[in-house]
């Protein structure tokens, strides 16, 4: 379904401060596959969905998404197929509109054939009932402006318009990150609903082992732009968060070691 | 103050709102203080009144709805396409615009309308002399009203609303921002024309300095429009401006009725302004104030 192919990002190129943000990275998703992505700060987590939304463009290597060359498509092309929500709950909705209207936004993505079309009732409807359908209790709040809403409401909303239209690729970034215990366990409950109802290929950045490894079927870790570790099936079911940390601290030493090496 | 004055204010309140539907779209849907309106509604009155001096009216007002529209375009691409800064590609455009509405008004700074037939002649000609403006400005007004009211419903206006309100979730919706900041644009100044058009007409004459600080006044209209009427939806939203640009007219002309020099009123536009847009932040600056003192 998607497959990265020697992706390579380096910021501050030829610099005193250069940065291989991806090196040489590789990665290949199964359709329908859950994939959750850990690893350190500046391992590349976040520059590699930058790449694959379009949001950054790679220095080299491609991006195939279901068959298609995407590499270097504009960013809002792709997010007619790509659904991106990111850590901050203020960016996926627009405060000054209303429910509905951010809904209808989100609608759109496929339905663009009359942009000076009047949305429908039936349009309407589909949504409002789209939204009951989750027990969010947002459905009689369709006229309220988004920005009165809580953080972990907003980035509940945002996930339902991320998947409203089901996305060939739903990319997740550390998306409960910003919300209290109680909004982001609610909010990861409805992630983890949506996607398996739907069987949406998705990629979720966290920082929190424990549910990288309780959600979805697959767990890669990144290290210094690369897939350090990647684990599904049996071997992932029996791993616990304390070995995923040993893990990691291997990985880590190993390449001090390489660069105690090169010094 | 008079019923004449009265009048006047009025004509000038509704003739002047479209000026502010103009604004209300780049400043407070598209979040841009837009200065390319002091430049293309000057550009509008002198595409009507070239019109006018060869005695096609109405062909002026289409003329200028169009010129506003490429005007608003340049801005948006400088914008967009060219990553200038909002506020100095509308001072570029506008500087610019300048010399083009020189060279429309054919090197003349002024351009006389005395006896030229006008809009205005056809309203006199069906209702006679009485507040015949009045009729005729509400007629376009409401056109232009339920137009726009009608079309930020729509997916395109939905976009551009959105793109105002947060950029970042359009381009992940799928919305190429920099096209909806070129309709935008385009829709704006292509309102703030058409207010220069009919500004030409109405008073017979185009002048190059008539645009001066127009934004400013707009401003002072949109403002006093919502503290009137609190920006609920669009429908309010787009009402507010008429009833701010109004208001904003009859105090200037109940000013005028004092021995207070005309000459001051830019400056009472701009202090307005200031006023309005200030006194949020003061207040909570003094309740931060407070509260601190309360605190040590």
Redesign the interface.
């Known amino acids: 379904m998607l497959k990265v192919e020697s992706a390579t990002k380096i910021f501050n190129k030829n610099t005193f401060d250069e940065h291989k943000a991806l090196d040489n990275l590789s990665l290949n998703v199964e359709e329908g596959e859950f994939v959750t992505i850990i690893g350190g700060n500046g391992a590349g987590k976040s520059t590699l969905f930058n790449v694959i939304s379009g949001?950054m463009l790679s220095d080299g290597g491609s991006v195939i998404l279901d068959g298609e060359d995407i590499t270097h498509m504009?960013?809002?092309?792709?997010?007619?197929f790509i659904?991106?929500i990111?850590q901050d709950p203020?960016?996926?909705?627009?405060?000054?509109?209303t429910v509905s209207?951010?809904l209808?936004?989100?609608y759109?993505?496929s339905?663009?054939k009359?942009?000076?079309?009047?949305?429908s009732k039936k349009e309407k409807t589909y949504i409002r009932e789209h939204l009951a359908s989750l027990n969010l209790g947002l459905e009689d709040r369709m006229n309220t402006k988004i920005g009165l809403l809580s953080g972990g409401q907003r980035q509940a909303v945002t996930l339902v318009?991320?998947t409203l239209i089901k996305p060939k690729l739903l990319l997740l970034d550390e998306h409960t990150a910003a919300l209290d215990p109680l909004s982001a366990a609610s909010v990861l409950e409805l992630t983890n609903k949506i996607i398996n109802e739907n069987n949406i290929t998705t990629l979720m950045i966290t920082h929190n082992i424990t549910s990288a490894l309780a959600l979805g079927t697959r767990t890669i870790m990144m290290d210094s732009g690369t897939v350090a570790i990647d684990i599904d099936g049996n071997e992932r079911k029996e791993l616990s968060v304390q070995d995923v940390l040993e893990k990691f601290k291997r990985v880590k030493n190993k390449i001090f070691d390489d660069d105690n090496v090169l010094l | 103050m008079s019923i004449t004055a009265f009048i006047g204010a009025m004509e000038l309140g509704l003739v002047y709102s479209l000026l502010a539907f103009g604004t209300f779209i780049s400043f407070r849907i598209l979040n841009v203080a837009d200065l390319t309106v002091d430049g293309s509604f000057v550009l509008g009155a002198a595409a009507s009144a070239m019109f006018t001096v060869v005695g096609m009216p109405v062909a002026g007002i289409f003329a200028a709805l169009m010129a506003g529209a490429i005007a608003g375009i340049i801005t948006a691409l400088l914008q967009t396409k060219m990553g200038i800064q909002p506020i100095l590609s509308g001072i570029l455009t506008m500087t610019g615009l300048y010399s083009i509405n020189l060279m429309v008004m054919d090197g003349k700074a002024n351009i006389p309308l005395l006896n030229k037939t006008n809009i205005f002649t056809y309203s006199e000609n069906i209702i006679g002399t009485a507040a015949h403006k009045i009729f005729m400005l509400a007629a376009v007004i409401s056109a232009v009203f339920i137009i726009l009211n009608w079309f930020f419903r729509t997916q395109l206006g939905l976009s551009i609303r959105a793109t105002g309100d947060n950029e970042d979730m359009c381009r992940a919706s799928s919305i190429d921002t920099d096209f909806i900041k070129i309709v935008g644009f385009a829709l704006s100044n292509s309102i703030v024309a058409l207010s220069g058009a009919l500004v030409a007409q109405m008073q017979q004459s185009a002048d190059i300095s008539m645009g001066s600080g127009m934004v400013v006044i707009s401003f002072a209209s949109l403002i006093i429009g919502s503290v009137i009427i609190k920006n609920k939806n669009i429908t309010l939203g787009l009402l507010s401006v008429v009833i701010g640009s109004v208001i904003y007219r009859l105090i200037i002309a109940l000013i005028l009725t004092t021995s207070f020099p005309p000459s001051y009123l830019k400056l009472i536009s701009s202090l307005v302004v200031v006023t309005a847009l200030s006194v949020p932040n003061l207040k909570k600056r003094m309740d931060t104030n407070k509260k601190q003192r309360v605190g040590a």
Do not use: D, H, Q, W
């Open positions: 949001s504009p960013e809002y092309r792709r997010a007619s659904g991106r990111f203020m960016k996926g909705t627009a405060p000054n509109l209207e951010n209808m936004i989100a759109m993505r339905t663009k009359n942009i000076l079309g009047v949305p318009m991320a």
